[in-house]
């Protein structure tokens, strides 16, 4: 057998083993270790396992992959019996060895991860259930479409992007698999990009089989896992939280064509810091520039200008304030943007502040010095 056969044939050995012991979702991977040819997994049940995961973060946090110290402390917590196997190969970083990250790829589809800050768009079709079955799915399509075609620009231009995305039946959750302060400024202007594209195919294209949108953009914490159907957990993950919500909540009172950011703090790491939302956006224009010479809708990209309104009796920075059904706040910026294309006029997405008749959301002023110094409200 060839190396890259007994790869191969390690690989479907250890998806079996994971699948035989996940047991149709009833259980879970919480961690895994290797020595030499041998793998070991802990598989607990989903509820242990997050109700452990106060007490050992790790368990739902990071890679699954630990030290052997870190995974027999795992077993312990959670009362679970190993599960080790030999494997055709050697795991290992070394010349001739199978790297770890190979296998953590395969478990990662049998956890559930959270994840403390990312950038998440949700879209939103407007009226869609007034549109026949036909002209749903060709909504639907379209958008999908424009998904695509952002990504590929981005990773045109080195901004690396792998855009993954669920279904809420009338739009889609958005979300850049990358993570990171650079990952969410890609994910913004891939929002910029998917409504050019839209825009573009609204204006010369049916306008009943094209969706009018709206748009919600806000960073935030949330689980991934992957959807037990049948008797597999598919390849593609799903997320749920903070995040998610606080989308849903502020999509609610959007109009159609509206742009909506919601006001976030994203860490920079280490001693960078935190930027809020005007400041996120602020760099997310300096990295725009390097979209310039993309071709948008068959012309040449020259530039993509972003910036938040206030209404017109108000002087300075508003930030709209939109209440729940749950009698919750959740605090967002309106958004209008610039997409500069040559010889052509300027496309402008989201709505101006004299579109905003109808907006049920209340305007405040916004303090961005002390944004920094208090979590965003909820």
């Not at 070394?94 to 589809?109: H, Q, Y």
């Not at 005007?278 to 910036?307: K, N, P, W």
């Not at 209440?323 to 496309?347: I, M, S, W």
Request: aromatic share 8%; with cysteine.
């Amino acid at each position: 057998m060839s190396e890259a056969d007994a790869v191969r044939q390690g690989m479907r050995e250890i998806d079996f083993v994971l699948h035989s012991s996940w047991r149709l979702g009833k259980t879970i991977v919480a961690g895994w270790t290797h020595e030499g040819s041998r793998a070991s997994f802990c598989f607990s049940e989903p509820y242990t396992v997050l109700g452990s995961a106060e007490e050992l973060p790790r368990l739902v946090r990071g890679r699954r992959l630990m030290d052997a110290a870190s995974f027999t402390e795992t077993c312990k917590l959670l009362r679970a019996r190993p599960l080790t196997m030999d494997l055709p190969f050697n795991v290992g970083t070394a010349k001739g060895e199978v790297s770890p990250l190979l296998i953590e790829n395969l478990v990662k589809r049998y956890t559930i991860s959270a994840t403390e800050s990312r950038a998440v768009i949700l879209f939103d079709i407007v009226s869609f259930s007034k549109h026949t079955p036909l002209e749903q799915v060709a909504q639907l399509s379209s958008l999908e479409y424009s998904i695509n075609s952002a990504a590929k620009r981005l990773n045109q231009a080195g901004l690396r992007t792998e855009l993954a995305r669920s279904t809420v039946g009338d739009g889609f959750y958005v979300w850049n698999r990358g993570e990171g302060p650079d990952a969410d400024l890609r994910s913004w202007l891939a929002l910029l990009l998917i409504l050019a594209d839209n825009a573009l195919a609204r204006q010369k294209g049916n306008q009943k089989l094209v969706p009018t949108l709206r748009a919600a953009f806000t960073i935030g914490s949330h689980f991934s896992y992957h959807q037990v159907e049948g008797t597999t957990p598919r390849g593609f993950e799903y997320i749920v939280g903070e995040v998610t919500i606080a989308l849903a909540r502020i999509i609610a009172k959007a109009l159609p064509g509206q742009i909506l950011i919601g006001q976030f703090q994203r860490e920079l790491g280490g001693s960078a810091g935190a930027i809020e939302t005007l400041g996120f956006l602020a760099r997310a224009e300096q990295i725009a520039a390097s979209l310039s010479g993309l071709e948008v809708g068959h012309a040449t990209l020259l530039g993509l200008r972003s910036r938040t309104t206030s209404p017109g009796d108000k002087s300075g920075l508003t930030v709209y304030r939109i209440g729940d059904k749950h009698g919750y706040t959740h605090q967002a910026f309106n958004t209008r943007v610039t997409v500069d294309r040559e010889n052509c006029d300027p496309l402008m997405l989201g709505c101006g502040s004299a579109d905003l008749a109808g907006f049920g959301a209340e305007p405040a002023p916004y303090d961005m010095k002390a944004a920094l110094k208090r979590p965003t409200e909820r």
